[in-house]
Each structure stands twice: as structure tokens, then as C-alpha cells.
């Protein structure tokens, strides 16, 4: 019966074992643990089990999908088979192993885990093992093919014939989080490459080159890793750097090889990691070995023939530094951007990174999912060896075999690993919601239903949003809310953290690492005092310190830097989970950036009276009140404050109670006079309702 192939689930990976439907183990006369029969371009053995999977679907992991010669999305027959006990079994290593577990290898573990395996000659066998996975290769089967491995089997362990290379094994089941990209690039490396009769029969020429584009740790090396474990075509890994070469010549001349290599071994992929070494832009460097070494490129890029089924694929981090001239149709003309992992792709990562790891019942992997907004796929991976070994120095020295790896083992790691896009600009976890924000309902309904269709990807979805008014009056606590409130990192922009020179390069740098921490707010405090030019002072103000953007730049620099922050803001309101906030004291100063940029402009006024009473409640809790303050009273006596005046008022009212309370025991201690009656019988100072009035005074 006819299958389509599918991705098998991330924790089942390395187990020899396919998974179907209940309803077609049925339609097969199958249960659960039968040997069947998987035919692609080649006849494997596998033993089946019930899974959640589609009618018509049999999910296979990376390496039954290369014993069966079938790739994803591709027609097999499955059948039912049989399997006689094995009575030798002939294997050797695919890979070699890393040198941190060649010391602790143990063969007689690896025997003890290939028990109830199914297995061909020539087969591949995956198993979990030493943290990794370890690739065996099957040499050769007594008696019959295919056999059930058993205890009574014995399994001979040989060298293999030719030196072994160190690259890890890698199937589409190591990639986590990125399932959307890794289809578009199966489409566009393996379609060319696997069926190029297709673009015959339309009369198109394949793509020839794909850069993969995206922050550092995402995982663009690891699909290239990938791509070379489970298609059927020749794979040459180059990195940048290692084809220069200081002698004249002979970057070109390895670069002619590799190219030669593709050629004769076709169908080829050639990978070149860290593309932006290899290939900058000629008009910024000033040797003459990389501009020879671009139009090298460039001309063996152009002198592939269509018919040569060879697929230029270029990683990189940094495809602003590329040689423009790479990135026109012909050369690489297909981009894919990797970026950083949503909340499920991050789960995904963490299944596949815990799935050898002992884990205690109280390990919440959504949780940690949810918590580590920013975290790519190598710092989630990061996390979780720091998390073992969390769990190893709990044991240490006793070394207890059953250790396992708890919550807290994880909670710790949190702390201690960061990721690699908020080491140098940090971001933060706001630790207080919208509610904790007195009054301003319409104002609050507005931007988090401004936030909501952001992060769920709606089309029109407001992105860029400007707060302005009078100083005081909570527009960056709305926004730091804003995020506690959806679990989104935070940055603040002020004029402090600002470079005195090459502004527009850092605002470059500033929006591309936020980019990297999405879900985000990036947040511009006062940007009518960075883009002024009264070197970021303005009179009324808070946090404004001289010698800010504005008054070093003079005119024609304050109009470039605006420049540049319009269009960052632009191309950032198209990224998903990204937010780009400003507040501003002054609209005329900016009016025209803010129209241009920004989606929504909202007024953040002074507080009206009900919204007084509110902060009023607020800043007394915890103060010990005379039951004659009136805070209704108060709140109308404020008229005219701001929100940070109103809530001064009460701190300076308690102060004020503390002073006359401590005069009043200072003059009972002397026995000038009784205790005055703002001091209570407990020896605590209550604040009255001239308390108040003396501190409304000084507000205004």
C-alpha cells in the first residue's frame, strides 16, 4: 500500500521505528511492534507503531528515510515483512566520535541499546547514545537478511575502510522551530537537484545560487548540515576564510577546485559559511586579494551551466557587508531569512535538545518556551547543557547514575545563560502589567489591542507608535507595562546610551539586534530631545543630559540621523513580533518624522481627577493614613499636577509626618510637651491631612 513520507515527531527520533494511524495499521493487519516492509528507491525494515499521523502518512526519521531512499513528501510502499532472530551481526562507525566521548565509549552500552532493532545489510542505525547520536553501519548479517537483533546476538564491531570524517549526523529532525524555511529550501535545492526534468518541461532555468541570511546561533549552518546527510548529492562544505590564501593566485586557484569538484561529482551542493568573508563589498576593502577573489566568484557563478546540476548555497550573518553584485538573478537570488525562534519553535528546540536528557517530573518545557523570548537555537541549546550541568554538581563527587535534571536546574541555567543578542545591549523583563497603571482605560485598550494584532501577525497590524505630552505623566511606564503585560523584552533608547560619533551605524546595529531579541519593544525616550539641537536639554524635562545626538550634530546631521531612523522604523514595522515605541515632550519638534513613521500618535495629558484618586490610592498603600485624610479632597487639590507630581505628593507627605513625629518624641523625651497627636499609641507616625496640603504646596 502507497504512503507519503513524513517528519517524524521530535521526540521519537533514533528509535527504529516508524510511525501510522491506527486506521491503516488496521487496513495492513498490523499491530503495534510488527516488522513491515518500507520501499522508496530501496527495501528497508522497520518496525511499526501507532501514532498520532494523517490516514495515507508514515512518519519516518532521517535515518530510516535514507535506508528507504525516500525523501519527504514522497510515495512509498509499506508492506508487511518478517524477521528471523540474528545470529551475527557485522557493524563499524559512520561518523568518528567527538574527542570528549571517544574516552568514555563503551561498546557493551551500545549492544545493550541495538536490542530489538530490525536490520538489513547496508542499513544505517541511529542510536541515542553519549549525549548525541551515534551512526552505525550494518556490514554484513549471518544466515538471512533482514533480522531481529536479540540478546543471543552477536554483534562484532570493525574499523571502517576509509578514515572517518567528524561531522555530526544531522536529519531534518535536528531542526527545530524553522519547519516553514526548511521546506522552502528542500524546494529550492532539492527539486533542482533531485528532479530536474521538471524545469525542462516548463522551459526555466533552476535557481543556481540560495543565501541563507540571519543572526548569529539560528541554525543556517546546522540546514546546511542537514541538506548534506539526506539528499543524494555531493556536498563540499567550504568556510570563508580558509580559501584565502596571502600567495597571489591561489584563492582563485581553490576556488576553481571546489567548483571543478561540484562538476565532476554532479548533482553537488557547495555550501560557503560565513559568505561575507569570503565575499565583501569591493568598494570597502582595501586588499587586492578579496576583489580578486569576488569576481573569481562571480565568473564561476556565471559559467554554471543549467545542465550541471550544482547548487551554490551561501550562509551568513551580516548580508549588508556582501558584495551587491552576488545578490543579483543569476547568482544567489533566492533569500531565505533564519531568525530567531517563536514560542513553539522554541519548544520544538527544547525537545530536541532534552530528548537524552533525564528529566524530572517537574521540567515544564512550555514554560521554559514561553520565558526565553530572544533565546536562538544555540542559546537555547546552551541552556540546556547548562541545566545538566546544574544537575551534575548537585551529585558531585558522589555521582548518583540516577541524577535527574530538575526545574530549578533550569531556573538556575536561565540565570546564568543569556542570549547572545542582549550581551551587548541589554534587554529586560518588565515586572509590572497594565493594571498596576492608574486611570488612562481608553489609552491602555487602545495599545494593547495595537499589540495583540501584532504579535498575531494580523495584516495592517500598527507597529510604530508615538506617545507625546507633558512630561511626568507615565508614557515610558506605559510602555514598560505594555510589554510586562504580553511578555515582551524591552530595551529603553536614551540620549545617555547614545554614541557621540557614527550614530547612524549604531542605530543600524540597534535595530538589527532588536530584531534578534523579537518579541521586542524598542522604546526611544524623549526623541524630540535626541533629534534637537539643545544637546538632548530641555527645560521641564526628565532624564535629559547634555551633549546628547542633537547638539553635537549640527543640521545637516540631525537631518541624516532622522533620515536613518525613518527608514529603520519603516522596514521594522514589517517585522513580526517587533514594536518600535517613542515618547516625546514636544510634537511640533517632530511632526514630520512622526507622521511619516509612525502608525498611531496618542496624547498622554495630566491626569484628570478620577485618575488623580487612583494614583493617590496607589502611592498610600502601606502608609498609615489619619482617618481624617480625605483622598477624594486631595485629588481635587491636585488639579494641574502630573502623575509623577501627584504620586511625589504622597512620599513628601509621609516624609513630612515622619519629621513632626520625631520632633514631637524628641520634645516628650526632653518633657517640654505630651505627644503630639500625630503620634499613635503603637509609636508610629500617621500622615494628616495638613501633611498633604504642605506637600501640594511644594509640588506646585
Given at each position: 500500500m502507497q504512503f507519503i513520507v513524513a517528519k517524524m515527531p521530535y521526540g521519537e527520533t533514533d528509535e527504529g521505528r516508524a510511525l501510522m494511524s491506527s486506521d491503516d495499521l488496521r487496513l495492513l493487519n498490523l499491530e503495534a511492534g510488527s516488522v513491515t516492509a518500507v520501499t522508496g528507491q530501496r527495501r528497508c525494515v522497520i518496525r511499526v507503531e501507532p501514532g498520532n499521523m494523517p490516514r495515507g502518512r508514515v512518519a519516518l526519521d532521517g535515518i530510516a528515510r535514507a535506508n528507504a531512499e525516500a525523501g519527504l513528501g514522497e510515495t512509498v510502499l509499506v508492506a508487511a515483512s518478517d524477521a528471523a532472530p540474528a545470529v551475527n551481526v557485522t557493524v563499524c562507525l559512520v561518523q568518528a566520535l567527538p574527542p570528549q566521548v571517544q574516552d568514555s565509549f563503551s561498546f557493551d552500552t551500545l549492544k545493550r541499546r541495538l536490542i530489538g532493532r530490525v536490520v538489513s545489510d547496508g542499513d544505517l542505525i541511529g542510536v541515542r547514545s553519549f549525549a548525541s547520536r551515534t551512526v552505525l553501519r550494518v556490514l554484513g548479517i549471518a544466515r538471512k537478511s533482514p533480522a531481529l537483533i536479540t540478546t543471543d546476538t552477536e554483534i562484532a564491531?570493525?574499523?571502517?575502510?576509509?578514515?572517518?570524517?567528524?561531522?555530526?549526523?544531522?536529519?531534518?529532525?535536528?531542526?527545530?522551530?524553522?519547519?516553514?524555511?526548511?521546506?522552502?529550501?528542500?524546494?529550492?535545492?532539492?527539486?533542482?537537484?533531485?528532479?530536474?526534468?521538471?524545469?525542462?518541461?516548463?522551459?526555466?532555468?533552476?535557481?543556481?545560487?540560495?543565501?541563507?541570511?540571519?543572526?548569529?546561533?539560528?541554525?543556517?549552518?546546522?540546514?546546511?548540515?542537514?541538506?548534506?546527510?539526506?539528499?543524494?548529492?555531493?556536498?563540499?562544505?567550504?568556510?570563508?576564510?580558509?580559501?584565502?590564501?596571502?600567495?597571489?593566485?591561489?584563492?582563485?586557484?581553490?576556488?576553481?577546485?571546489?567548483?571543478?569538484?561540484?562538476?565532476?561529482?554532479?548533482?553537488?551542493?557547495?555550501?560557503?559559511?560565513?559568505?561575507?568573508?569570503?565575499?565583501?563589498?569591493?568598494?570597502?576593502?582595501?586588499?587586492?586579494?578579496?576583489?580578486?577573489?569576488?569576481?573569481?566568484?562571480?565568473?564561476?557563478?556565471?559559467?554554471?551551466?543549467?545542465?550541471?546540476?550544482?547548487?551554490?548555497?551561501?550562509?551568513?550573518?551580516?548580508?549588508?557587508?556582501l558584495d551587491p553584485a552576488l545578490r543579483r538573478p543569476g547568482r544567489f537570488d533566492r533569500e531565505i531569512y533564519i531568525g530567531p525562534p517563536d514560542t513553539a519553535g522554541r519548544r520544538d528546540i527544547l525537545d530536541i535538545h532534552t530528548r537524552n536528557m533525564p528529566l524530572a517530573e517537574d521540567v515544564d518545557l512550555g514554560l521554559l518556551s514561553t520565558i526565553t523570548q530572544g533565546y536562538a537555537g544555540a542559546d537555547l541549546a546552551v541552556l540546556c547543557k547548562e541545566a545538566g550541568m546544574s544537575a551534575l554538581r548537585r551529585v558531585f563527587p558522589s555521582m548518583t547514575v540516577d541524577v535527574l535534571v530538575e526545574m530549578a536546574d533550569f531556573l538556575h541555567a536561565l540565570s546564568v545563560v543569556k542570549p547572545a543578542s542582549a550581551r551587548v545591549l541589554r534587554f529586560e523583563r518588565a515586572s509590572f502589567s497594565l493594571a498596576e497603571i492608574a486611570g488612562m482605560d481608553q489609552i491602555k485598550a487602545r495599545l494593547s489591542f495595537a499589540v495583540r494584532q501584532g504579535l498575531g501577525h494580523a495584516p495592517g497590524a500598527i507597529k510604530a507608535i508615538l506617545l507625546h505630552g507633558p512630561a511626568g505623566n507615565g508614557k515610558s511606564s506605559l510602555v514598560q507595562a505594555l510589554a510586562g503585560e504580553f511578555g515582551l523584552n524591552y530595551l529603553q533608547v536614551t540620549p545617555a546610551l547614545l554614541p557621540p560619533t557614527a550614530q547612524e551605524r549604531f542605530l543600524e546595529h540597534l535595530f538589527q539586534t532588536a530584531k534578534q531579541s523579537a518579541p521586542c519593544i524598542l522604546l526611544f525616550c524623549d526623541l524630540d530631545a535626541i533629534l534637537s539641537g539643545d544637546g538632548g536639554h530641555r527645560p521641564g524635562g526628565r532624564g535629559h543630559q547634555p551633549g546628547g545626538w542633537g547638539g553635537q550634530l549640527g543640521g545637516w546631521g540631525r537631518q541624516a540621523l532622522a533620515s536613518q531612523l525613518s527608514h529603520e522604523i519603516k522596514n521594522a514595522r514589517t517585522m513580526p513580533g517587533f514594536f518600535v515605541f517613542a515618547t516625546a515632550q514636544d510634537l511640533e519638534d517632530i511632526r514630520t518624522l512622526a507622521e511619516s513613521c509612525f502608525q498611531m500618535i496618542i496624547e498622554v495629558g495630566r491626569p484628570d481627577r478620577a485618575t488623580r484618586l487612583s494614583l493617590l490610592e496607589k502611592g498610600t498603600q502601606g502608609l498609615d493614613l489619619c482617618p481624617a485624610v480625605d483622598l477624594a479632597r486631595v485629588a481635587a487639590e491636585t488639579e494641574g499636577l502630573s502623575s509623577w507630581q501627584v504620586l511625589s505628593v504622597c512620599r513628601q507627605a509621609a516624609v513630612w509626618a515622619a519629621i513632626e513625629s520625631q520632633e514631637a518624641a524628641e520634645l516628650h523625651a526632653a518633657g517640654l510637651r505630651d505627644v503630639v497627636e500625630s503620634q499613635d499609641t503603637a509609636g508610629r507616625c500617621s500622615i494628616a491631612m495638613r501633611h498633604f496640603q504642605q506637600a501640594i504646596k511644594e509640588a506646585k
Open positions: 564491531f570493525v574499523p571502517p575502510e576509509t578514515e572517518l570524517k567528524s561531522t555530526i549526523y544531522t536529519t531534518y529532525e535536528d531542526i527545530g522551530g524553522l519547519d516553514t524555511e526548511v521546506e522552502r529550501i528542500r524546494e529550492m535545492v532539492e527539486i533542482p537537484l533531485v528532479h530536474p526534468e521538471l524545469f525542462d518541461r516548463f522551459g526555466i532555468d533552476p535557481p543556481r545560487g540560495l543565501l541563507l541570511y540571519g543572526p548569529p546561533g539560528t541554525g543556517k549552518t546546522l540546514i546546511a548540515r542537514a541538506l548534506s546527510s539526506q539528499l543524494k548529492a555531493h556536498f563540499i562544505h567550504v568556510d570563508g576564510p580558509e580559501v584565502m590564501n596571502k600567495f597571489y593566485g591561489e584563492a582563485e586557484r581553490r576556488l576553481r577546485e571546489i567548483f571543478a569538484e561540484a562538476q565532476r561529482y554532479a548533482p553537488s551542493i557547495i555550501f560557503f559559511d560565513e559568505l561575507d568573508a569570503l565575499a565583501p563589498r569591493r568598494s570597502q576593502v582595501i586588499g587586492d586579494v578579496e576583489k580578486r577573489v569576488v569576481a573569481q566568484l562571480l565568473a564561476l557563478m556565471d559559467g554554471m551551466s543549467s545542465q550541471l546540476r550544482v547548487m551554490v548555497v551561501g550562509a551568513s550573518n551580516m548580508p549588508e557587508l
